[in-house]
C-alpha cells in the first residue's frame, strides 16, 4: 500500500465494502393514505411510496450510526486499527458540538485506536456525499497514511403530520473507502451546483421537523439536476472528448426524496439529451421528442405536457437503468443522507456478480439549501473484494421482509411521543425492543447532563 510518502496517487479508490441499516417496523403507505383521509393512491402512486421506516424512543442518530459501523465492521472482519478517517454525513443534530464521530470513537476503545480524523458534515441529505468526497481526497491526499476512510450517512427523516409525513424514512449506510476498490470513483470527473436558497431547512434547534417549501424544494432539485448534468457532460468532453448521454451509464442513481420524483428525474435528463445531442440523434433515437427540442429548460419544470411525453419516452430507460435501483427507497422512505447510497445498495442487490462487472453508474445527490452533485462509479472485480462487498448485502431484502407492519395510530402515537422527548433529559425510553434486528444499538437512557448510554441487542 502507498504510504503517503509516494507522489503518485493510490489506484481505483471508491466503495470497498458497505453495510445499510433501516429500523425493524414501518407503517404501510395505503393504510396511511386512509388513516389521513387522502384520496386512495395519493402516496402509493402520487408519490411511489409503499413502505415508510421509522424509529421509536428507542433510536436515534447516533444510535443509527453505531448499529450500522459495528454491522460492517463485524461482516467484513475489518480490525478497528484499520481505520484512518471517519466522516460522518447528517442533518439529524442531536448536540451542537459534539459529533457523531466522537459517539462512533467508543467502538474503537478496545482496539486503542485513537488516531482517527475527521468529524460531522452538514448539509440536509448532501452531508453522506461530502462525507464521501472527503474521505476520497484523503485517500489521494499527502496526509494518507495507508489506511482506510470510513463514511457514515445516517439520518431520521420525520415531518410533521401533513403532506409531507409520507415522505419520511430514516436509517444509515456506512461505506469503507481505500484503494483498489471494486467500486471506483471515476476521477476528475464531477459536477456540482451550490446556492442560496430556502427549500427545506431547520432552524427550529426542539424540533425533529424542517421547515419546508414542498414546491421550490422540486423546482431546486430539478434545476440541480440540470446543471449537474450539463457540467458533468462539458467535463467528460474536455478530459475524454466523450459525449454523455444516458446511454453512457447502465445505472443511473438519484437522491430519492420519493420514488415518484425520481422517475421524473430520469425523464428530464432525456429532455436535456434531446435539446442538446446533435439533432440526427435526436431523430434517429428519440423522434417522438423532436417537437420539444425547442424548450427551455427552466420554462418545465411544472410543464405537465412536457413531463408526460418525457416520463412516457423514458419508461423502458428508467425500469432498466433506475428503477433497480428504487427498492430500499419505496421501502423504507426518503432517509436523507444515505438515501442516494441505498440507492447504490439495491442496485447492486439487484443484480448478479456477472451482470455488474463493467458497469458505469451515474450518481445524483442533492441536499436542499442547496448543494447538489453528480459522479460516477466503475465496478470492477477487484480481485475478489466485489464478492465480498455484494456477499456483505445479501441479506437486505430478507431484512426488508421480516420487518413489523405497525397500524397508523400507533405510528402517529410514536411521532408524538418522539417530539414529547425530544431533548428531554434525564430520561429513560419506553418503547419495547423485543423486535429489533439482532445487533442493534439502542438509547438505553439519558441522564439529567444530557448523557446518552446505549445498549446492543444481540439476538
Ligand atoms: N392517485 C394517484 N396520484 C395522486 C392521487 C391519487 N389518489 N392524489 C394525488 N396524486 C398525485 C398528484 O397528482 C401529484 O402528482 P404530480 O407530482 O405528478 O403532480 C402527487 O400525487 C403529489 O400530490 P400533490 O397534491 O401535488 O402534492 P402534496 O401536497 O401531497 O405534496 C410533496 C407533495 C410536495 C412532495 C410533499 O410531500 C413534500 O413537501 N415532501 C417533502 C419535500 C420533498 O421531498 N422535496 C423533494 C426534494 S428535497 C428533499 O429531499 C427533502
Same mark, same amino acid.
Given at each position: 500500500m502507498n504510504n503517503g510518502t509516494d507522489k503518485?496517487?493510490?489506484?481505483?479508490?471508491?466503495?470497498?465494502?458497505?453495510?445499510?441499516?433501516?429500523?425493524?417496523?414501518?407503517?404501510?403507505?395505503?393504510? $396511511?393514505?386512509?388513516?389521513?383521509?387522502?384520496?386512495?393512491?395519493?402516496?402509493?402512486i402520487g408519490l411511489g411510496q409503499s413502505k415508510m421506516g421509522f424509529c421509536s424512543d428507542r433510536e436515534d442518530i447516533n444510535s443509527l450510526c453505531l448499529t450500522?459501523?459495528?454491522?460492517?465492521?463485524? !461482516?467484513?472482519? =475489518?480490525?478497528?486499527?484499520?481505520?484512518?478517517? +471517519?466522516? *460522518?454525513?447528517?442533518?439529524?443534530?442531536?448536540?451542537? &458540538? @459534539?459529533?457523531?464521530?466522537?459517539?462512533?470513537?467508543q467502538l474503537f476503545e478496545a482496539s486503542g485506536n485513537t488516531d482517527i480524523e475527521g468529524v460531522d458534515t452538514t448539509n440536509?441529505?448532501? /452531508?453522506?456525499? %461530502?462525507?464521501?468526497?472527503?474521505?476520497?481526497?484523503? *485517500?489521494?491526499s499527502s496526509a494518507w497514511d495507508g489506511r482506510y476512510a470510513l463514511v457514515v450517512a445516517g439520518d431520521i427523516a420525520v415531518y410533521a403530520s401533513g403532506a409531507a409525513r409520507p415522505t419520511g424514512g430514516a436509517g444509515a449506510v456506512a461505506m469503507l473507502v481505500g484503494p483498489n476498490a471494486p467500486l471506483v470513483i471515476e476521477r476528475g470527473l464531477r459536477a456540482?451546483? &451550490?446556492?442560496?436558497?430556502?427549500?427545506?431547512?431547520?432552524?427550529?434547534?426542539?424540533?425533529?421537523?424542517?421547515?419546508?417549501?414542498?414546491?421550490?424544494? +422540486?423546482?431546486?432539485?430539478?434545476?440541480? $439536476?440540470?446543471?449537474?448534468?450539463?457540467?458533468? &457532460?462539458? !467535463?467528460? @468532453?474536455? !478530459?475524454?472528448?466523450?459525449? =454523455? &448521454?444516458?446511454?453512457?451509464?447502465?445505472? +443511473?442513481?438519484?437522491?430519492?426524496?420519493?420514488?415518484?420524483?425520481?422517475?421524473?428525474?430520469?425523464?428530464?435528463?432525456?429532455?436535456?439529451? %434531446?435539446?442538446? $445531442? #446533435?439533432?440526427?440523434?435526436?431523430?434517429?433515437?428519440?423522434?417522438? $421528442?423532436?417537437? =420539444?427540442?425547442?424548450?427551455k429548460l427552466e420554462d418545465t419544470y411544472f410543464d405537465r405536457d412536457v413531463e408526460t411525453k418525457v416520463v412516457s419516452s423514458?419508461?423502458?430507460i428508467f425500469e432498466g437503468k433506475t428503477k433497480p435501483s428504487l427498492h430500499l427507497a419505496n421501502q423504507v422512505g426518503n432517509m436523507y443522507t444515505p438515501s442516494v447510497y441505498g440507492g447504490l445498495v439495491s442496485y447492486l442487490a439487484s443484480k448478479t456478480e456477472a451482470q455488474l462487472v463493467d458497469n458505469r453508474v451515474c450518481v445524483f445527490s442533492y441536499g436542499s439549501g442547496l448543494q447538489a452533485s453528480m459522479y460516477s462509479i466503475r465496478i470492477c472485480k477487484a480481485n475478489g473484494q466485489l464478492t465480498?462487498?455484494?456477499? /456483505? +448485502?445479501s441479506d437486505v431484502n430478507s431484512r426488508l421482509d421480516s420487518r413489523k407492519k405497525i397500524q397508523p395510530a400507533l405510528f402517529e402515537k410514536t411521532m408524538t411521543l418522539r417530539q414529547e422527548v425530544h431533548?428531554?433529559? #434525564?430520561? *429513560?425510553?419506553?418503547?419495547?425492543? %423485543?423486535?429489533?434486528?439482532?445487533?442493534?444499538?439502542?438509547?438505553?437512557? *439519558?441522564?439529567?447532563?444530557?448523557?446518552?448510554?446505549?445498549?446492543?441487542?444481540m439476538k
Open positions: 503518485s496517487w493510490p489506484p481505483h479508490v471508491g466503495i470497498v465494502a458497505l453495510e445499510i441499516y433501516f429500523p425493524s417496523q414501518y407503517v404501510d403507505q395505503t393504510e $396511511l393514505e386512509e388513516f389521513d383521509g387522502v384520496s386512495g393512491g395519493k402516496y402509493t450500522v459501523v459495528k454491522n460492517l465492521m463485524e !461482516k467484513h472482519n =475489518i480490525g478497528y486499527e484499520k481505520i484512518g478517517r +471517519i466522516e *460522518v454525513g447528517t442533518e439529524t443534530i442531536l448536540d451542537k &458540538s @459534539k459529533s457523531v464521530k466522537s459517539v462512533l470513537m440536509a441529505c448532501y /452531508g453522506g456525499t %461530502a462525507a464521501l468526497f472527503n474521505s476520497l481526497s484523503w *485517500v489521494e456540482s451546483h &451550490s446556492a442560496h436558497v430556502y427549500d427545506f431547512y431547520k432552524p427550529d434547534l426542539e424540533s425533529e421537523f424542517p421547515r419546508v417549501d414542498g414546491k421550490l424544494s +422540486i423546482q431546486c432539485y430539478l434545476s440541480s $439536476l440540470d446543471k449537474c448534468y450539463k457540467r458533468f &457532460s462539458e !467535463k467528460a @468532453k474536455a !478530459k475524454n472528448s466523450e459525449t =454523455i &448521454s444516458l446511454e453512457s451509464f447502465d445505472g +443511473i442513481l438519484f437522491h430519492s426524496p420519493y420514488c415518484k420524483l425520481v422517475q421524473k428525474s430520469l425523464a428530464r435528463l432525456l429532455l436535456n439529451d %434531446a435539446i442538446s $445531442l #446533435p439533432e440526427a440523434d435526436v431523430k434517429s433515437k428519440y423522434s417522438d $421528442l423532436e417537437s =420539444i427540442r425547442s424548450v423514458s419508461k423502458k465480498k462487498l455484494l456477499g /456483505g +448485502i431533548h428531554k433529559a #434525564p430520561y *429513560v425510553p419506553v418503547e419495547p425492543v %423485543a423486535d429489533f434486528f439482532p445487533g442493534t444499538y439502542y438509547l438505553e437512557s *439519558v441522564d439529567d447532563m444530557h448523557r446518552r448510554k446505549y445498549t446492543r441487542k
